[in-house]
């Protein structure tokens, strides 16, 4: 007997492509969803692979594996950062395009979701190097982004020069400039205020109502954040300017511990001239992330990569409320601990939306070609993000769900709405 497509499994069927869609199993019987709605949901619509060629610095030549998957254009074009990692798989660009269909719904933004990335390793590259992946990259892709049908934006180890050499590439092949097709770009070049800022700001912002909803006010919370890249460094400096408490943030290389509380600008400055050396900073104590993340603490930001609060640890883990900078840093594992431990997790689809919602603000502004100030795109994040935020909380009330499964079921039920108005073609 022939089998089924799901004996056999796709490509993509890795453990965080299921971990993503356990979630939306988990949260379908909450979101009342059609079946047929339910099925086309589970597959992302589209998963390229290209295999791209860079001249190295020394003469030779590498060929690194890039992917980019679209999972649903229901409600525009697709939106997703690009990463270059070296444990990127077809897999995992699956599951975070699921992550970032959700999460653009959960804040009503018209996009679906998409993730790419370059399987290498960033920190070994030249920038000289760096740019000829990015530029043969967008080459490859060509067919597959552009304004109305896909949008890359930065996400580990690419940033706004990444941007710029995607949208320079993109637009001499049309033969005129295409700001749109890219976002986290530099402000030069049609970057919007406050993009680089946005996520990590968001995440503040989102714990920041949490903690009122709690009775804790944030300025009273001592902070552990992990990962001091473009959300963790700047949740990190957020929360202090909120009048909180950073007692330890650390990197790939591990982390500094001071329970009286860092000297931000001094770890940032040293950050800088020691490339990747957070653990060696002199003024705390040194942790391994995996002691980092078991420190006490009241609030625990995750802001690295996935995968981090796990079976193993989360049992240990001290804090009272954790905040997801990252995407997917808690396995389902975890996360049924840190419930049974009626500890709150504030989910990445809606923690660390900050970012794209600041992405649409500049694809709008880059369209319209008029551009707004800092203040009104940050006064319009915090709108946006504390809307969401509210919708999440009350549905989670209502029905008894973590606050995870309710902006789950808030991003599931908008797309399905909109896939069951259009009907599924033909
Ligand atoms: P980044 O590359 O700027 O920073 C990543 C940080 O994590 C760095 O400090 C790096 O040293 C650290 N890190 C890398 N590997 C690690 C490991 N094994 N253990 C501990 N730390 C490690 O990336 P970023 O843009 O800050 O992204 C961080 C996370 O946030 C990712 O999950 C990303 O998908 C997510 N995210 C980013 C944005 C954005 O706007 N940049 C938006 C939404 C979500």
Known sequence: ????????????????????????????????????IAERLRYPERATMCSTPVQMDDDTWRVFPAYRVQHSSVLGPTKGGIRY????TLGECAALAMWMTWKCALLRLPYGGAKGGVRCNPRDMSPAELQRLTRRLTSEMMSVIGPQEDIPAPDMATDEQTMAWMMDTYSMQKGYAVPEVVTGKPISIGGSLFRAEATGAGVVMVTQRACQ??????????????????????????????????????????????PAGLDLHEVTDWVHEHRHDLIEYPDGESVTNEELLELPCDVLVVAALEEQLTEENAGDVKAALIAEGANGPTTLEADQIFAERGIPVLPDILTNAGGVTVSYFEWVQDLGRLFWSRDETRFKLRDMMTDAFDRVWHLSEEQGLTLRNAALVAGIREVAGALTARGIYP
């Open 85 to 88: 990692d070296p444990h990127v």
């Open 1 to 36: 007997m022939a089998e089924t497509v799901e004996q056999v499994g796709l490509e993509w069927d890795t453990p965080l492509f299921l971990t993503a869609r356990t979630q939306f199993e988990q949260a379908l019987p909450y979101a009342s969803v059609p079946d047929r």
């Open 213 to 258: 909803r709690l009775g804790r006010p944030l300025g009273d919370q001592s902070c552990v954040v992990q990962g001091f890249g473009k959300v963790g460094s700047v949740a990190a400096e957020e929360l202090v300017a909120c009048g909180a408490k950073v007692v330890a943030v650390s990197d790939v290389s591990g982390g500094t511990y001071n």
